[in-house]
């Protein structure tokens, strides 16, 4: 904020002694740039919001509307659409899939990952920097993707929560890892040393005195985690077959292929069911969101 | 192994037992993390080579053919196409995102009101997948009741109501927007995390010599923006090579291949064609490309450190 006013007033401090008349001018430039920076912003904004928003709306006129109709708002609440999305594609299924597999790799990101990461930023080890390093180079590298079903068919983990959970997580790990173990590292060694001379072993050292204070990296890793696997449409093409295992994003793209032609309006409201409640707990968090889903690449 | 240590060690005394289990208890640490990540995508990445010798359609018996499928790469046309695609994908979403983010992040960084409004906004795409975003736009960019259409004819640019999606000439170009839209709000609230890092103190001393703002803006804040400005880049770069659903969803490939990237090649070789192992081997195309902007990234990292 200090920052802004010391930028502010270099043009001030020059134009004082300056006559009135040019003052004006001055107020009025100071205040057309600001304007102008909030058209801007508002344009660039706009092109976030509107569509989404118009997605809403579209998602509650008729076929015909959607295609008569096309900018303004719905004439009516018609709720079909919502009706027709829900039942054919079968959206409560899917969205209790997802929500299986998100919280299934949320919880095994954290227990896995946290742990690795406190012996990362705790411990010395001979393969240490070796392992960073397979990590670092691997990590954003492409997953073949033969290879990938290949091993899925052969584990028989096709159509399961469990391969999809698998799959999703194993690609979370490495930065995962590097949060947490960038938390630990601030955490003072005086803790856990305090923690074992009071006879816990490293573990529970871990799990009663450092855990409880790292709801911060937790939070971050599962943020990133839940957004992630409850987005995935990659694994859930591949590895899915039987359509009561679908997850949300892979439903919506089968009925989009399905019905995307003749009935717009139903498109429109199963991509609402699928991206509101998202949206919502996006809104609500969104602090968290923010420097959850930005902490891999902010950590530098 | 594990075994065998405890018996040998069972009458010797507590301390050398702990000792031992002192040293490996680190990797008892990462272990299961390290397990779920080799078996998921070290296993492919490795196991990938063996399929990548082989002829197999996934049913019948695989036979071995050496580096034929290797070979193969050279001849197939649209490898060359796809990766002249991605290239192109890449410098028009990384300059497309850079440009925008930076210059958002410099108008927000002035402190605007309803500075969180837009930053809230600008990121919510972020948190949409790809398939409601590859959807949607698949309609906005419908060339007869799509609102961008929609909005060219009524301001009488009808020159601009493009088949946007059918057209070989633009539809990457409109999938690269696309791509740009869902991430410029996520790299512009990067680089304001960049800006916030660099001292007030630099501005006044700046502003005491006389230096303007362009000035400012050139000596101080860009030189200092430079590894989150790393970052950004080789995000997106990476971002760029990957890419799957947007193409896959929107056009799958086509209009003629138009669209065809790398990894819908793959995906379409592997599970359109079964050509399993020619599959497996064109990954590691992109594999190269991918691990050389990581090694990038790891390089100029590593210089701002030294910096």
């Keep these: 904020m200090d920052k802004i006013n010391v930028v502010r007033q270099s043009p001030l401090t020059r134009e004082d002694q300056s006559d009135p008349a040019s003052k004006l001018t001055v107020q009025l430039s100071k205040l057309l740039p600001a304007l102008l920076r909030h058209a801007i912003l508002i344009f660039f904004t706009a092109i976030i919001l509107y569509p989404v928003l118009w997605m809403v709306f579209a998602s509650f006129k008729t076929p015909g509307e959607?295609?008569?109709?096309?900018?303004?708002?719905?004439?009516?609440?018609?709720?079909?659409?919502?009706?027709?999305?829900?039942?054919?594609?079968?959206?409560?299924?899917?969205?209790?899939?997802?929500?299986?597999?998100?919280?299934?790799?949320?919880?095994?990101?954290?227990?896995?990952?946290?742990?690795?990461?406190?012996?990362?930023?705790?411990?010395?080890?001979?393969?240490?920097?070796?392992?960073?390093?397979?990590?670092?180079?691997?990590?954003?590298?492409?997953?073949?993707?033969?290879p990938l079903y290949v091993l899925f068919v052969k584990l028989g983990l096709t159509d399961s929560y469990l391969g999809l959970i698998l799959g999703t997580a194993s690609g979370g790990i490495p930065l995962s890892i590097f949060i947490f173990q960038a938390y630990f590292q601030s955490i003072p060694s005086e803790l856990r040393e305090a923690a074992k001379i009071d006879g816990c072993s490293e573990l529970v050292a871990f799990l009663r005195v450092v855990m409880p204070i790292s709801g911060p990296a937790v939070a971050t890793v599962a943020i990133l985690q839940f957004v992630g696997a409850w987005n995935d449409f990659f694994l859930s093409l591949l590895l899915i077959r039987s359509p009561e295992m679908r997850t949300v994003p892979l439903a919506l793209q089968v009925f989009f292929y399905e019905f995307g032609r003749v009935e717009w309006n139903s498109v429109f409201a199963a991509l609402s069911i699928g991206t509101i409640p998202m949206c919502i707990l996006y809104l609500v968090l969104q602090r968290w969101f923010i420097q959850g889903l930005t902490a891999g690449s902010l950590k530098g | 192994m594990a075994s065998i240590t405890t018996s040998v060690q069972r009458d010797s005394p507590r301390g050398s037992w702990g000792f031992r289990l002192g040293k490996l208890s680190p990797y008892l640490w990462i272990l299961p993390a390290l397990v779920l990540y080799s078996?998921?995508?070290?296993?492919?990445?490795?196991?990938?080579?063996?399929?990548?010798?082989?002829?197999?359609?996934?049913?019948?018996?695989?036979?071995?053919?050496?580096?034929?499928?290797?070979?193969?790469?050279?001849?197939?046309?649209?490898v060359g196409l796809a990766l002249t695609h991605n290239v192109l994908y890449a410098l028009g979403t990384v300059t497309g995102k850079i440009v925008l983010a930076l210059f958002l992040a410099l108008l927000?960084?002035?402190?605007?009101?309803?500075?969180?409004?837009y930053r809230t906004s600008l990121f919510m795409p972020v948190v949409m997948s790809f398939v409601v975003i590859s959807i949607l736009w698949s309609w906005l960019y419908n060339p007869d009741f799509g609102l961008i259409n929609s909005l060219f004819k009524s301001l009488g640019l009808d020159f601009l109501a493009l088949n946007w999606l059918g057209d070989t000439d633009i539809a990457l170009g409109a999938l690269i927007i696309v791509d740009i839209w869902k991430w410029y709000g996520f790299h512009m609230v990067i680089f304001l995390a960049?800006?916030?890092?660099?001292?007030?103190?630099?501005?006044?001393?700046?502003?005491?010599?006389?230096?303007?703002?362009?000035?400012?803006?050139?000596?101080?804040?860009?030189?200092?923006?430079?590894?989150?400005?790393?970052?950004?880049?080789?995000?997106?770069?990476?971002?760029?090579?990957?890419?799957?659903?947007?193409?896959?969803?929107?056009?799958?490939?086509?209009?003629?291949?138009?669209?065809?990237?790398?990894?819908?090649?793959?995906?379409?070789?592997?599970f359109k064609f079964y050509r399993f192992g020619y599959s497996a081997a064109l990954n590691y195309v992109l594999l190269v490309i991918v691990t050389l902007v990581s090694a990038l990234q790891l390089r100029l990292m590593s210089s701002n450190d030294g910096d």
């Excluded at chain 1, 899939?97 to 790799?105: A, D, E, K, Y």
């Excluded at chain 2, 010798?53 to 695989?62: A, F, K, T």
């Excluded at chain 2, 927000?108 to 409004?117: E, V």
């Design chain 2, 39 to 78: 078996v998921f995508k070290l296993g492919p990445l490795i196991g990938g080579l063996v399929l990548s010798v082989l002829r197999w359609d996934g049913i019948e018996d695989p036979v071995f053919v050496g580096l034929q499928n290797f070979e193969r790469i050279f001849s197939d046309d649209i």
């Design chain 2, 108 to 117: 927000l960084n002035q402190g605007m009101r309803g500075r969180a409004f």
């Design chain 2, 194 to 270: 960049g800006l916030q890092t660099i001292p007030v103190e630099l501005y006044e001393a700046a502003r005491i010599d006389g230096a303007s703002n362009r000035q400012q803006l050139r000596y101080i804040t860009l030189p200092l923006l430079k590894p989150v400005m790393v970052v950004n880049v080789t995000l997106s770069l990476a971002g760029a090579f990957n890419v799957f659903d947007i193409p896959f969803i929107m056009t799958q490939g086509g209009p003629a291949n138009a669209t065809m990237v790398m990894a819908v090649h793959i995906y379409l070789r592997g």
């Design chain 1, 66 to 146: 959607v295609i008569s109709n096309i900018w303004g708002l719905p004439t009516s609440l018609n709720l079909d659409s919502y009706v027709s999305a829900w039942a054919r594609a079968n959206l409560g299924t899917a969205l209790l899939n997802s929500l299986f597999v998100s919280v299934g790799t949320v919880a095994l990101v954290v227990v896995l990952s946290s742990i690795a990461g406190y012996a990362f930023a705790k411990f010395q080890f001979r393969f240490r920097a070796l392992i960073l390093l397979i990590f670092i180079f691997t990590m954003q590298a492409p997953t073949p993707v033969i």
